[in-house]
Structure formats: structure tokens, C-alpha cells
């Protein structure tokens, strides 16, 4: 009995991790600026700097580093036999690719720079209290090799503490098309190069950004099975935890209530089982053990001092449990894997947190809900109530909702049930239709405009990109069979606006 216990364990483990750690997955995330003090060593032309230590262990593509090198070309490399080695700077390869030159790395942007005039710097930083710190690597006003006065980039890289996320900012990345066709690419690639993602337009190519955020993550990855989170009430990392949560949330519907164990060594032998529904942490944080389907589930508690905004979006931390169950880590309104207490834009629209909070008056602050539908605008990602989806507003596609004001009346789009892009007066969006709808195969795009649809996104109703096809020639047709059923978002770029249109995947 015990040994069947252990090859289960072993076995669950080898699944996390041989399939479970290079799912990664590429999403938008709102335009956001950090700032890091400390010089990286070591930044001439085309060279790796020195090993960097992290503050905390991450896991890159399933496997662990506490080292880094930052290379001058725009890279993180987690191989630290590179540190002050040349770091190359041509290529021309799509990834994922075996030949391509960088491997094992985080592309934030890689480009061939020099910064020849020095008025730009690297630098890196460390944000937030443990387990949950971000590392920050700052590329700021570095110039381009062969247009050192015309062409200049600024971005980041961030790194998530627990939760192996990465985010890149690209604040401006500018082009020079006449050094190495320009090319540049930001996305990520493992240790063989055979598995890579890139963030949508983004991969090897000419191309510009500015005020753009990337989330790369992996559906699901945590740090244990399933995570329960509390704040500490008095500051003792001791708390009360309500174990029906954990019974609600992993088997809402067994006709048997789960038995939980203190140690993996009690549910092996089938003894001392936890007595009613009420467990006190011995340690911060503590696992403890249940079976479910003939398989070990741990379920981490954590006590965490909730007097910290973990995620510095001005949301009290303890107010970020939506739900009410005393578990911050089960609340997570836009799907993204990232619970509210840690995510800065907790309904995944594109605008912080911290902006769709609470406005301010004379004598108060109030909660901030647009369309007065009981739900506060940064907990709805529809804060006008006008159908279409906060993110889905950003017409000047730059990444921001919040700076686009189509008809000029001084209030944002996404809290502007009125704007012009939302009535039928547009000519262009009168050109454009989709049909059939619903689809099942392939959805067709009728344009009678005199323009051509150079690109199209779909996204879920998550709010997740799930397809985007870029063309030089016009677009007439989306095969949307690979397409689970349910209702979809579509951005069209005709000419240089973009249209929005839902359908549905039947």
C-alpha cells in the first residue's frame, strides 16, 4: 500500500515535471514602467555581463536558476557559462529554431544595440517582500549598432517570485532597417532551441512598439497543488484555516468529504487524519495532504501579512478576496493565473487596477462603477456596460485603453458608453462584416471598403489572445475550426484603424 502511495507521488511529480513546465502562454497585460538602480557589469558592445544573482529561485521551461547573465543585446541568459562572452548579434531565424544563436534565454528584445554614445544604461532591480518579489532588468535609451543617433530602445523584463511569470515591457523600441534588416524579437526560448513563443508580432522581424505589455506564464503552474492563502490576523504567521474551502473548491460535488493528513507519512499508512474542518498551521508556509482519485493532492497554506499591497495596485490587500472565503489565492476574476492579490489588473482589460480603483472627492474616495451594475470597474472588464470589452477599446492600438478618446468629448472610450465607434455612423465598420455567425469551419470576412485587412486578433472571452493572423495581402477568411465553442472577440485592422466584432464558435 505504501509503496503504490509513492509511485503515485513520483509519478504526479514526473508529470509536472516532463509536461507540465513548457506550456508557457503569451498574453497582453497593461503598459506599465519600473525603475532599477543597480548597474549591470560588464555592458560592451556584443558581451554578456557578469553572473547576477537572483534574490529567489526561478523556474525557467521546468528547470531552477538563481543565476542570470544580461546580455547587451537585450536578453536574459540562464546559461551562466556565458557570462562575459560575446553575445551575438546577427540572426534571422524564426523561432523556435535549433540554429538560432541565443538559447535558454528570455528575449526581452533581442536587437543588435551599442550604446557607443553612453547615454543609455542597464540596470537591475528588486520590488516587493518575499515569496512574492519581482527581479527587474531595465534596458533604458540604448542605441541601435549603425544608428546610434537615430534609433533607440527602452523595455524590461520582469520576473514573478513563486510564480515562474515573466513580463516584458516594451516602452519604446524603435527601428534600424539598415543593419541587419532590422531584425529584432521578443519572446522566449529553451536550452535546444526547439521550443519557443514570441509575443503576437513580434518574433524575428522589423518592427517598432511603444507602451506595449507581454505576460508569458504557464497554465496552472504553482507552487504545490493547490494554494491556500490567509492574512495573518496578529502578526504571529499562525492562522485558522477553514479546510470546507479547500473540500469546495477540489471536490464541490463528492458525495464523501476529503480526508486531510498532516504529513505525507500519515496519509500513507492511513492514520491520524485531521479531525473536523478547522486546521491551525504549525509553519508559514505548511503542506498538508489529501487523496483524490487515487492520487496525493497537497494543498499549501500560507499566512501572509496582508498590511503589504502585494501587487501595488492600492486594492488593501485583504479586500482582494472577492469571494469571501478568507483564500486570496482562489480569486482570480480574469482567468489569467495570477490571483487578485498579486495581479495588478485584476480583470484583465488592459487598464491598472490602481487607475480603475476609486476616485477621489472633497471629503471621500468612492468605489469607481461606470455602468452602475454592481460590479466596480476594476472587477469588470466592460466598465461601460456598452458591450464591448474595456480591451477591445483600444483603437489606437498602443496597448492603452485609457488614452483613446475617439470622439473627442474628454472621456476615455471604455467609460464611454456613447463613443463614436460604438454607433453605426463609421464607414469603414459599415464595410466590414463577418459571416457566417455562428460558424462552425471557417468564417469569412466580406470588405467592401477600399482598404485592405492586414491583420486579425481573436480573443476569448477571457479576454486571452487565441489566433492572430498577419497578412500582406487581404484577408477574406479565418478557419476558426481549432476553436472551442463559445463566444468570441475579433479586432480587424483595416487601413490604420481598428474594427471590433464578436461572433460565435458553434
Not at 506564464?217 to 492563502?229: C, E, K, N
Not at 504567521?237 to 505525507?264: K, M, R
Request: glycine content about 6%.
Amino acid at each position: 500500500m505504501i509503496k503504490n502511495y509513492i509511485l503515485a507521488l513520483v509519478f504526479v511529480l514526473f508529470c509536472q515535471i516532463s509536461f507540465g513546465q513548457s506550456n508557457y502562454s503569451v498574453s497582453p497585460i497593461p503598459f506599465q514602467q519600473f525603475t532599477a538602480t543597480l548597474p549591470v557589469q560588464g555592458t560592451q558592445d556584443d558581451i554578456n555581463s557578469n553572473v547576477i544573482q537572483l534574490p529567489f529561485n526561478f523556474d525557467f521551461y521546468g528547470v531552477t536558476y538563481n543565476q542570470i547573465v544580461v546580455s547587451t543585446n537585450g536578453y536574459i541568459d540562464f546559461r551562466t557559462t556565458t557570462a562575459n562572452q560575446f553575445s551575438p548579434w546577427s540572426f534571422n531565424q524564426v523561432i523556435p529554431d535549433a540554429n538560432f544563436p541565443v538559447k535558454n534565454s528570455i528575449l526581452g528584445c533581442y536587437h543588435d544595440m551599442y550604446d557607443n554614445n553612453g547615454q543609455g544604461y542597464i540596470s537591475y532591480g528588486i520590488y516587493g517582500t518575499a515569496p512574492y518579489r519581482k527581479f527587474v532588468v531595465v534596458f533604458n535609451n540604448n542605441a541601435h549598432f549603425n544608428c546610434s543617433t537615430t534609433a533607440h530602445s527602452t523595455f524590461q523584463m520582469i520576473l514573478y517570485e513563486s510564480k515562474s511569470i515573466i513580463d516584458v515591457q516594451l516602452i519604446d523600441k524603435q527601428i534600424c532597417s539598415t543593419w541587419n534588416s532590422g531584425n529584432a524579437v521578443t519572446g522566449l526560448i529553451n536550452l535546444a532551441g526547439t521550443t519557443a513563443i514570441t509575443a503576437p508580432g513580434r518574433n524575428t522581424g522589423a518592427w517598432i512598439a511603444y507602451h506595449e505589455g507581454w505576460r508569458f506564464a504557464r497554465s496552472g503552474y504553482t507552487v504545490g497543488d493547490y494554494q491556500y492563502v490567509k492574512c495573518d490576523g496578529n502578526s504571529d504567521g499562525i492562522e485558522d484555516f477553514n479546510l470546507q474551502v479547500v473540500q469546495n473548491d477540489l471536490a464541490p460535488s463528492a458525495t464523501l468529504p476529503l480526508t486531510f493528513y498532516a504529513t505525507l507519512t500519515d496519509l500513507q499508512t492511513q492514520s491520524n487524519p485531521i479531525s473536523g474542518l478547522t486546521y491551525t498551521n504549525l509553519t508559514s508556509p505548511q503542506t498538508i495532504y489529501t487523496m483524490m482519485n487515487g492520487m496525493v493532492k497537497s494543498i499549501v497554506l500560507t499566512v501572509i501579512d496582508c498590511s503589504i499591497d502585494l501587487d501595488t495596485d492600492t486594492v488593501a490587500t485583504g479586500l482582494e478576496d472577492p469571494n469571501n472565503d478568507t483564500n486570496l489565492a482562489n480569486d482570480d476574476t480574469d482567468m489569467d493565473g495570477l490571483p487578485n492579490y498579486l495581479d495588478n489588473d485584476d480583470d484583465g482589460d488592459l487598464v491598472l487596477t490602481s487607475v480603475e480603483y476609486v476616485f477621489t472627492t472633497k471629503n471621500a474616495s468612492i468605489l469607481m462603477d461606470t455602468d452602475n451594475d454592481g460590479k466596480p470597474n476594476y472587477l469588470d472588464n466592460d466598465d461601460d456596460g456598452d458591450g464591448v470589452l474595456t480591451f477591445m477599446e483600444d483603437y489606437n492600438g498602443d496597448g492603452n485603453p485609457a488614452n483613446d478618446d475617439t470622439n473627442s468629448n474628454g472621456v476615455a472610450d471604455y467609460i464611454d458608453p456613447f463613443n463614436i465607434l460604438a454607433t453605426d455612423s463609421n464607414s469603414i465598420e459599415n464595410s466590414i462584416k463577418l459571416f457566417p455567425n455562428p460558424v462552425s469551419e471557417m468564417l469569412n470576412i466580406e470588405n467592401t471598403s477600399n482598404y485592405y485587412v492586414s491583420n486579425v486578433s481573436i480573443y476569448s472571452i477571457s479576454g486571452a489572445l487565441v489566433k492572430e493572423i498577419n497578412s500582406q495581402n487581404s484577408i477574406q477568411t479565418i478557419s476558426v475550426s481549432e476553436l472551442q465553442t463559445g463566444l468570441y472577440f475579433v479586432k480587424i485592422q483595416v487601413n490604420d484603424e481598428v474594427k471590433n466584432f464578436k461572433f460565435i464558435k458553434k
